[in-house]
């Protein structure tokens, strides 16, 4: 017989987290003491001095001192809110995941976010946007934790902490808050050009969305589906919003930092009070699970690379609703931890660098900013699904575990259910086959071509996109002091495109160099934002 399964708190765990913080009709000290005055300190005489004996005084003073928690290391800025997935039952046939069972509802909570700006920075700045997705399901959460745009800047996640510091303001002048930061920023991508196509997407008008409603949103890396009888799939989780995607142009953008700073936080919330709930689809790119892990020539584990849409058709599996905003920031969209390495059974990870290195960041340091491991029992990261690990102890421990036993089997807590059946419904790791190699500390060739993509991505744009990249380089590069960083993502910028390379030198007053490397011409698809008569779908 399996043990009664346990959640963080000791409570039924399949009900959903209520925390219901503040009860009765009267202030009480944090210890249920009602009080009877909370706006004067105790004191000898009314202008005589405080006395140390006033618990109430340094109670609450010292639970104010203490309000904050350290922001994200990036993506501090976000907006939340909770809503519904609704599969539609098509990736059944390469998920045995639950969440993919046809018409299976799985509540969600959702968290957008800038990725460079501190908490208290403008929303319409020009950066990438988080697009963070916690699943409910019944076999557990499943986070997927992605952005608004299909690539990023580094192949390898040990870069990570270099691409960041390069981002983030300049450590001498804390300049620019919440932008591309100009030297480090170019200076970092024209020496790692494998972020150019990163940075392409970030100049074009994908940087500005103009609500986070209107915002696809893309996994980014490989992942591994595994069906019912263990057999694999390759994919790419896209989210394909139901509004459109649009843009802000740069001057809509200054003026809503200007006059706006919570543009994009108030339109969704606003959105959501008033009952225009935002929707996506959710889709599948799908890919045979080969031993090359290559598509078309495109190295799958390469996430500075995208797969053309063009090449593999986006194919819907579910919707997503946004239905309700938080009741508290700070217990819901601060406290939120997602991690991509919280996966289901059905849905695995692959050997991406990057994403093998965001499997041990997140846990990390999440450890730092909520304070120790009991994380997940905070009511926003609690799962919907019984919980009974054996995990004890630690700092902010709420549950009070019963047993004496807290490993398994063992034969004193009720015998060992653990032996039989234990694989049913369990996470089962694919056996999948990797190749004997020796330890090295480099990239696949299959990395070195940093600018097809970027290229056509560029041509892929029409005339007035192309001339608000131009725009956007020329404005961002005009910012940078250093002559030698501009020189050098102008000479990217020839290996990307002659043409955007001439009109950006002219509007630095520049001279434009020609191509350094040779780039293999890629074939022209159209406007990714713009394919004819397929979205929306109705
Ligand atoms: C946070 C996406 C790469 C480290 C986030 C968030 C998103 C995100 C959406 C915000 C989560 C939230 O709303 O709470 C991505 C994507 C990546 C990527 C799409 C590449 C495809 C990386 C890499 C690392 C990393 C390579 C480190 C090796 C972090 C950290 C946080 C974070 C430390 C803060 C998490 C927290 O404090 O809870 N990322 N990220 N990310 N990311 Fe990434």
Redesign the pocket.
């Known amino acids: 017989e399996q043990p009664t399964p346990l959640s963080p708190t000791g409570a039924p765990s399949a009900d959903p987290p209520t925390a219901s913080a503040q009860q009765g009709a009267y202030l009480t000290t944090a210890t249920g003491v009602r009080l009877h005055d909370t706006d004067h300190s105790l004191k000898v005489g009314a202008r005589g001095p405080t006395v140390l004996a006033d618990h109430h005084l340094r109670e609450k003073i010292m639970h104010f001192d203490h309000e904050r928690i350290p922001e994200?290391?990036?993506?501090a800025r976000?907006a939340g809110a909770h809503g519904v997935f609704v599969a539609n039952g098509a990736a059944t046939s390469v998920s045995r995941a639950a969440v993919f069972g046809k018409d299976v509802e799985t509540p969600v909570f959702v968290?957008f976010?800038t990725v460079l700006g501190s908490r208290g920075s403008a929303d319409t700045v020009r950066d990438t946007r988080?697009?963070?997705v916690k699943f409910y399901s019944s076999e557990g959460n499943w986070d997927l934790?992605?952005?608004n745009i299909p690539v990023?800047f580094?192949q390898d996640?040990i870069k990570?902490p270099d691409v960041i510091h390069a981002g983030k303001p300049h450590p001498d002048r804390e300049i620019p808050q919440a932008q591309s930061a100009h030297d480090t920023f170019w200076d970092f991508v024209s020496l790692h050009t494998e972020g150019q196509h990163h940075a392409m997407w970030n100049m074009s008008d994908r940087g500005l969305p103009r609500s986070y409603r209107m915002m696809e949103g893309f996994g980014?890396?490989t992942f591994r589906l595994v069906d019912a009888e263990g057999g694999t799939t390759l994919c790419k989780f896209h989210w394909k919003p139901r509004l459109g995607v649009h843009s802000l142009t740069w001057e809509e953008a200054q003026l809503a930092a200007g006059v706006d700073p919570d543009f994009h936080r108030r339109d969704l919330h606003d959105a959501i009070e008033s009952g225009a709930y935002p929707v996506w689809d959710l889709g599948i790119q799908t890919f045979a699970d080969t031993p090359d892990q290559t598509f078309e020539g495109i190295d799958l584990l390469d996430?500075t690379k995208l797969v053309p849409e063009e090449l593999a058709p986006v194919q819907l599996i579910g919707t997503m609703t946004l239905t309700g905003n938080p009741t508290n920031y700070f217990a819901e969209t601060e406290q939120?931890?997602?991690h991509t390495g919280h996966l289901v059974p059905g849905i695995d990870g692959t050997d991406d660098p990057?994403l093998m290195?965001?499997n041990?960041?997140?846990l990390d340091?999440?450890l730092t900013?909520l304070a120790g491991p009991n994380f997940n029992q905070i009511p926003i990261n609690r799962p919907h699904a019984p919980v009974n690990d054996m995990h004890r102890d630690g700092y902010h421990q709420s549950a009070v575990h019963g047993g004496v036993a807290p490993y398994k089997p063992n034969t004193l807590d009720g015998g060992c259910p653990f032996f039989a059946g234990m694989d049913e419904g369990a996470f089962v790791d694919v056996p999948v086959q990797v190749p004997a190699a020796s330890k090295v500390r480099a990239n696949p060739a299959s990395y070195d071509d940093h600018y097809s993509q970027t290229r056509q991505f560029y041509r892929s744009m029409t005339p007035v996109e192309q001339e608000h990249i131009v725009l956007a380089y020329t404005f961002e590069l005009g910012k940078c002091y250093e002559q030698a960083v501009k020189e050098r993502q102008l000479q990217c910028l020839a290996n990307i495109d002659a043409d955007l390379c001439a009109q950006v030198a002219t509007g630095l007053g520049l001279p434009a160099p020609a191509a350094s490397v040779e780039v293999p011409d890629v074939e022209l698809s159209p406007a990714l934002s713009q394919l004819p008569g397929e979205w929306p779908p109705d």
Not at 72 to 75: A, I, K, M
């Open positions: 994200r290391v990036v993506h976000g968290r976010s988080g697009f963070a934790v992605g952005n990023f580094i996640g990570f980014v890396h996430p939120v931890a997602f990057l290195a965001r041990f960041s997140y340091t999440q900013r």
